[in-house]
């Protein structure tokens, strides 16, 4: 059997070439991607005042909870250097800037990083955010980093952002609805162009997956079992406000989130299923003695997180965040 780092680094050239000729399938083309300006009132023109009147009355209907989730999501997408940096210090791959691994972290950087800017605009034009203490927290949480469990391992970082692409995606498009519903039609068309950029990046990873699995699979399986068995930790884990100690800040971000019904337990099981199927888990042939172990324990494993997340009640306690002005 081949030394384990090596045949990484085998399988891992394999599927650069491949991202390198793929990645324009997942990514659109700069020119004509949505820019946050499209969405935003534009400062050149006479009406903008009168824009930010106008957003200003509907961003006054949405619930508290909704602006904490907001604001959370906000910072969460404003740590993209967190999220690079990880990227760029995955071991086993090319980093030439002409390959694939370095080509496609830019460019999905460089998609992502209007996700936050939108968000950061709007919520300071709305006149619900103490800008401040948001600042602060989104200091805080790029500074303090993350600690996900993949280590530097390209399969366990392809697992993670599979599944963290469509957890985006569902958490984005339930703020969009809500927002709709509480009458705020800008917002809710922004965290919809966001959703569906998250989309097209979990079809991105999962299918650099999916190619990892063909070629790979006994490794692919005991990475993702290994993921399953940590629990994908959100990006940001590591929330907190001022005068807080890491962390302090993200429990009542997900309590206002499953509160709402933006991001539940069973989002998180719903994702799971859908990994288990995309990359066809339970037929996967030819498994060793250490894949079969791995792919068993997946395969139990959405029942048992269901059962444990019927037993879960929604969170009542109400906390007052520094971040909302009102
Ligand atoms: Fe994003
Ligand atoms: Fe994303």
């Known amino acids: 059997m081949k030394f384990f780092a090596e045949q990484r680094r085998e399988v891992m050239m394999h599927i650069e070439k491949y991202m ?12 004509e991607n949505w820019q946050p300006s499209d969405l935003l009132p534009d400062s050149t023109r006479d009406s903008f005042f009168t824009e930010i009147k106008e957003l200003q009355e509907s961003a006054r209907g949405l619930s508290y909870d909704l602006v904490a989730v907001l604001i959370g999501d906000t910072i969460t997408e404003e740590a993209l250097p967190t999220y690079e940096s990880w990227l760029t210090m995955v071991e086993g791959v090319d980093m030439s800037e002409d390959n694939g691994w370095m080509k496609w972290t830019r460019h999905w950087t ?24 948001m600042e602060v927290s989104t200091q ?7 600690d996900i469990g993949t280590g ?30 509480d009458g705020d039609g800008l917002l809710a068309k922004m965290c919809g162009v966001i959703a569906s950029d998250e989309a097209r990046h979990a079809k991105a990873y999962k299918h650099f997956m999916t190619k990892i699995f063909e070629v790979d699979p006994n490794e692919a399986m005991v990475a993702f079992e290994d993921m ?32 709402l019904g933006v991001y539940t337990a069973l ?21 060793n003695e250490a894949g079969e172990k791995a792919r068993d324990y997946i395969m139990r494993l959405p029942d048992r997180l269901v059962r444990v997340a019927e037993r879960m009640k929604n969170p009542h306690l109400e906390y007052k965040f520094t971040w909302i002005a009102g």
């Open 228 to 259: 399953m068995r940590q629990k994908i930790v959100m990006p940001a884990h590591f929330l907190r406000e001022v005068g807080l100690k890491i962390g302090q800040t993200f429990g009542h971000f997900t309590d206002a989130a499953q509160r």
């Open 152 to 181: 530097t391992d390209p399969y366990r970082n392809f697992i993670y952002t599979s599944f963290q692409e469509m957890a985006t995606n569902v958490s984005h498009r339930r703020v969009a609805a809500l927002a709709k519903k």
């Open 20 to 31: 390198l000729e793929k990645m324009w399938d997942f990514l659109k083309p700069i020119e």
């Open 140 to 146: 805080f949480l790029i500074a303090d980093g993350f």
């Open 267 to 287: 989002d998180y099981v719903d994702i799971m299923k859908t990994l288990i199927e995309e990359w066809h888990i339970e037929s996967m042939p030819d498994l």
């Open 110 to 133: 460089a998609e992502e990083n209007r996700h936050g800017d939108l968000l950061n605009k709007y919520l300071y034009l709305s006149g619900r955010v103490d800008m401040r203490a």
